[in-house]
């Protein structure tokens, strides 16, 4: 008998940017609920389109799986009295389990008796279980606005209307959300029939198609690419590759048709981006460009159908994207009337926070912390002082106002309209980024600091008022922020510490609020060491080595980064393994023991004074290594006195009798493990 299982959950058009991982979690659950359900199966695959889900479950079992259960009970010496009989306690046991003392049995758990019962659990065929499982699905799911509807409990991104469910050939019988499962499908909304019969998991998908629904999203994203390229090329170019908007585009068609359309050469004068925002954006079409990688007059855009009417189509696309292009137009004309700085004050009307004051004033934040910033980094402050002014002038001009996407971006084009010069307006786009994850980082000396002052007086100005990220919750994307500081200060390779630029923002605020200064400080480092943990972890860097190098407060972040990636190197190499227990145990030894100075008259075993004349020879070159990053090469160095350790530690007894010597000896390990801490805490290395 086939046991392959086939749920088709046909909804109202579900929004793009939710489809693929909402399909990902459906896999998910439905997982993790089949195993503990004990209902084998080989294999689920989750197919979708914006009106349907479509779960395939491989030879899903038609019964549960066998099973027992050992459950532990009372200690044996509370299950029974002096003569033998069971307890109330145990025969409270029984009654719970719903078994009798027949099926007990005593196992021995350390130094105690326990009273245990194995149960064999209960199996019930498969399709009894499909509503439970597939509603648990769906209440399983998270969205910013779920949907309630007729009367339902349940919660889905969009109303369901119809459920398909096939198993062992035949529709089962059950039912969800006011809807009896049935082998009736749908195809597309215009172009297929409403009601499709399908007798078969097999002719399932062919009927689909023929219905103008492509239900497989893998296939119908490649034939999408596969269309866009084939029209580009024909149009004597090639199309921008954006795998974001083609994912986007995919999940709002269950038809693709993809058609060009053209617009006016002279929107062509316009900055690019002016151009493409409204294209890819707004209008979810392709730009396409020449062989040179210029833009052409030209767009690609996807229709949700055949190629019926299709002039018409382009014609419609065309027409809207000529107002787009003529707003755009408009706006840069009537933006770049005035020179960017007579933009400033308008800064004072957009209130960046209730509690933080206008844009006005964050912008003077950010410009006398910049200038501060570039004292400490030894930078010149002129530019950066004057793209400080400049930074935010952008938001209140007309084009940005519309396409609020273009932030920074239109400010770098309009201060070299107004004559600023080029350093001044690359500073100006690069203090937003990086804007998300992944996104080109800062590189111009000004733009680095401009960044830097911009994101931490966000978030210093955040902590101060007592708002903070909490659980997912962080809609001022203060942790995107804080990723931004610290991405940009290892790619930057920038040797000052977080510490003093978090003190200098934060101090800020000191007149503007009442708050606890060194507990908001605290906080805010502690918040960023969290986040540069993860930055770590997201390169694969070992937990145990990220532990090992986190807390050394001395070092700058991009020391931590080079000693977390050189660590995790060393820690390679098969000599790093006896060094470890070496290292460990000078940890161990002296964790409590504060550094002092070692008395070499005080040596009484010429281990002593081995150790501490190897040592003593070793260090210039240890700390020359340190000090240029070379931290892989400073555990070598640092690996050579193991010898010399492990022979101290054989032959001299570190807890003398007489107190100043086992202090001196304690101080002489204290000094070694000072030096090796300079890279990690060798302590917290799992071997």
Same mark, same amino acid.
């Given at each position: 008998?086939?046991?392959?299982?086939?749920?088709?959950?046909?909804?109202?058009?579900?929004?793009?940017?939710?489809?693929?991982?909402?399909?990902?979690?459906?896999?998910?659950?439905?997982?993790?609920?089949?195993?503990?359900?004990?209902?084998?199966?080989?294999?689920?695959?989750?197919?979708?389109?914006?009106?349907?889900?479509?779960?395939?479950?491989?030879?899903?079992?038609?019964?549960?799986?066998?099973?027992?259960?050992?459950?532990?009970?009372?200690?044996?010496?509370?299950?029974?009295?002096?003569?033998?009989?069971?307890?109330?306690?145990?025969?409270?046991?029984?009654?719970?389990?719903?078994?009798?003392?027949?099926?007990?049995?005593?196992?021995?758990?350390?130094?105690?008796?326990?009273?245990?019962?194995?149960?064999?659990?209960?199996?019930?065929?498969?399709?009894?279980?499909?509503?439970?499982?597939?509603?648990?699905?769906?209440?399983?799911?998270?969205?910013?606005?779920?949907?309630?509807?007729?009367?339902?409990?349940?919660?889905?991104?969009?109303?369901?209307?119809?459920?398909?469910?096939?198993?062992?050939?035949?529709?089962?019988?059950?039912?969800?959300?006011?809807?009896?499962?049935?082998?009736?499908?749908?195809?597309?909304?215009?172009?297929?029939?409403?009601?499709?019969?399908?007798?078969?998991?097999?002719?399932?998908?062919?009927?689909?198609?023929?219905?103008?629904?492509?239900?497989?999203?893998?296939?119908?994203?490649?034939?999408?690419?596969?269309? +866009? $390229? #084939?029209?580009?090329?024909? @149009?004597? %170019? =090639?199309?921008?590759?954006?795998?974001?908007? &083609?994912?986007?585009?995919?999940? +709002? $068609? #269950?038809?693709?048709?993809? @058609?060009? %359309? =053209?617009?006016?050469?002279?929107?062509?004068? &316009?900055?690019?981006?002016?151009? +493409?925002?409204?294209?890819?954006?707004?209008?979810?079409?392709?730009?396409?460009?020449?062989?040179?990688?210029?833009?052409?007059?030209?767009? +690609?855009?996807?229709?949700?159908?055949?190629?019926?009417?299709?002039?018409?189509?382009?014609?419609?696309?065309?027409?809207?994207?000529?107002?787009?292009?003529?707003?755009?137009?408009?706006?840069?004309?009537?933006?770049?009337?005035?020179?960017?700085?007579?933009?400033?004050?308008?800064?004072?009307?957009?209130?960046?926070?209730?509690?933080?004051?206008?844009?006005?004033?964050?912008?003077?934040?950010?410009?006398?912390?910049?200038?501060?910033?570039?004292?400490?980094?030894?930078?010149?402050?002129?530019?950066?002082?004057?793209?400080?002014?400049?930074?935010?002038?952008?938001?209140?001009?007309?084009?940005?106002?519309?396409?609020?996407?273009?932030?920074?971006?239109?400010?770098?084009?309009?201060?070299?309209?107004?004559?600023?010069?080029?350093?001044?307006?690359?500073?100006?786009?690069?203090?937003?980024?990086?804007?998300?994850?992944?996104?080109?980082?800062?590189?111009?000396?000004?733009?680095?600091?401009?960044?830097?002052?911009?994101?931490?007086?966000?978030?210093?100005?955040?902590?101060?008022?007592?708002?903070?990220?909490?659980?997912?919750?962080?809609?001022?994307?203060?942790?995107?922020?804080?990723?931004?500081?610290?991405?940009?200060?290892?790619?930057?390779?920038?040797?000052?510490?977080?510490?003093?630029?978090?003190?200098?923002?934060?101090?800020?605020?000191?007149?503007?609020?009442?708050?606890?200064?060194?507990?908001?400080?605290?906080?805010?480092?502690?918040?960023?060491?969290?986040?540069?943990?993860?930055?770590?972890?997201?390169?694969?860097?070992?937990?145990?080595?990220?532990?090992?190098?986190?807390?050394?407060?001395?070092?700058?972040?991009?020391?931590?980064?080079?000693?977390?990636?050189?660590?995790?190197?060393?820690?390679?190499?098969?000599?790093?393994?006896?060094?470890?227990?070496?290292?460990?145990?000078?940890?161990?030894?002296?964790?409590?023991?504060?550094?002092?100075?070692?008395?070499?008259?005080?040596?009484?075993?010429?281990?002593?004074?081995?150790?501490?004349?190897?040592?003593?020879?070793?260090?210039?070159?240890?700390?020359?290594?340190?000090?240029?990053?070379?931290?892989?090469?400073?555990?070598?160095?640092?690996?050579?006195?193991?010898?010399?350790?492990?022979?101290?530690?054989?032959?001299?007894?570190?807890?003398?009798?007489?107190?100043?010597?086992?202090?001196?000896?304690?101080?002489?390990?204290?000094?070694?493990?000072?030096?090796?801490?300079?890279?990690?805490?060798?302590?917290?290395?799992?071997?």
């Amino acid at each position: 008998m086939n046991n392959d299982l086939l749920l088709e959950l046909g909804t109202e058009e579900i929004p793009a940017r939710f489809i693929s991982s909402t399909k990902k979690s459906m896999k998910t659950f439905l997982e993790k609920k089949l195993s503990e359900l004990r209902i084998s199966f080989d294999s689920i695959e989750i197919k979708c389109t914006p009106r349907r889900f479509a779960i395939f479950i491989k030879n899903l079992a038609n019964t549960q799986q066998a099973s027992t259960e050992e459950i532990k009970g009372p200690a044996k010496k509370i299950a029974f009295d002096e003569s033998g009989n069971p307890s109330k306690a145990l025969q409270g046991f029984l009654k719970s389990k719903n078994v009798t003392i027949d099926d007990i049995k005593i196992v021995q758990k350390g130094k105690e008796e326990y009273v245990f019962v194995v149960k064999t659990l209960e199996t019930s065929d498969t399709v009894n279980y499909l509503k439970e499982i597939f509603e648990q699905m769906i209440d399983s799911l998270s969205f910013p606005k779920p949907m309630r509807w007729g009367g339902n409990k349940i919660k889905f991104i969009r109303p369901i209307r119809w459920i398909l469910c096939l198993y062992q050939g035949k529709v089962p019988n059950f039912e969800m959300f006011s809807l009896n499962a049935a082998n009736l499908t749908r195809g597309h909304r215009f172009l297929g029939e409403s009601y499709i019969e399908i007798n078969s998991i097999d002719e399932y998908e062919k009927k689909l198609e023929q219905n103008y629904v492509i239900l497989d999203d893998t296939k119908r994203r490649e034939l999408i690419r596969k269309q +866009i $390229v #084939e029209v580009a090329e024909k @149009l004597g %170019g =090639e199309y921008m590759q954006d795998e974001d908007l &083609l994912e986007e585009v995919n999940y +709002i $068609v #269950e038809y693709p048709t993809a @058609l060009y %359309g =053209e617009f006016k050469e002279e929107y062509l004068k &316009l900055p690019k981006e002016t151009i +493409i925002t409204p294209m890819k954006e707004h209008q979810r079409y392709f730009p396409v460009l020449d062989k040179n990688g210029n833009l052409m007059n030209k767009f +690609i855009t996807v229709r949700n159908g055949n190629d019926y009417m299709m002039e018409n189509v382009k014609k419609g696309n065309e027409k809207v994207l000529d107002a787009r292009l003529s707003d755009a137009k408009f706006f840069y004309e009537q933006d770049t009337a005035k020179k960017l700085e007579a933009y400033v004050p308008r800064l004072q009307t957009i209130v960046y926070h209730e509690k933080l004051g206008t844009m006005h004033d964050k912008m003077l934040r950010i410009q006398k912390l910049s200038e501060e910033f570039a004292y400490i980094l030894n930078v010149d402050k002129n530019d950066i002082s004057r793209a400080a002014l400049l930074c935010k002038a952008d938001l209140t001009t007309s084009m940005v106002f519309e396409f609020t996407e273009l932030q920074g971006i239109m400010g770098r084009y309009y201060a070299k309209v107004s004559g600023e010069n080029e350093n001044v307006a690359n500073a100006i786009y690069e203090h937003y980024l990086p804007r998300f994850a992944g996104d080109e980082l800062p590189q111009s000396k000004a733009g680095i600091i401009l960044s830097l002052a911009d994101k931490l007086d966000s978030i210093a100005g955040f902590f101060s008022v007592g708002i903070k990220p909490t659980g997912s919750q962080d809609p001022y994307a203060l942790r995107r922020l804080a990723l931004g500081v610290l991405n940009t200060l290892i790619d930057s390779k920038i040797d000052t510490r977080l510490q003093l630029f978090v003190e200098i923002a934060l101090k800020q605020f000191e007149d503007k609020h009442k708050f606890d200064f060194n507990e908001v400080y605290n906080e805010i480092l502690e918040f960023m060491k969290l986040r540069l943990k993860n930055i770590f972890l997201d390169k694969k860097i070992r937990y145990d080595v990220v532990d090992s190098v986190i807390d050394n407060n001395i070092s700058t972040v991009y020391e931590l980064s080079q000693k977390a990636v050189q660590l995790e190197k060393w820690l390679k190499l098969p000599e790093s393994t006896s060094c470890l227990n070496t290292f460990a145990r000078i940890s161990n030894i002296s964790k409590d023991v504060k550094k002092s100075e070692v008395n070499p008259e005080l040596f009484d075993q010429k281990e002593e004074q081995e150790l501490f004349g190897a040592y003593n020879n070793a260090t210039p070159k240890i700390y020359e290594l340190i000090s240029t990053k070379q931290y892989e090469q400073s555990l070598d160095e640092i690996a050579k006195l193991r010898p010399f350790i492990d022979n101290y530690f054989e032959k001299v007894m570190v807890m003398d009798n007489n107190e100043d010597i086992k202090q001196n000896r304690l101080a002489t390990i204290a000094t070694i493990r000072d030096t090796i801490e300079e890279i990690a805490d060798f302590s917290k290395i799992v071997q």
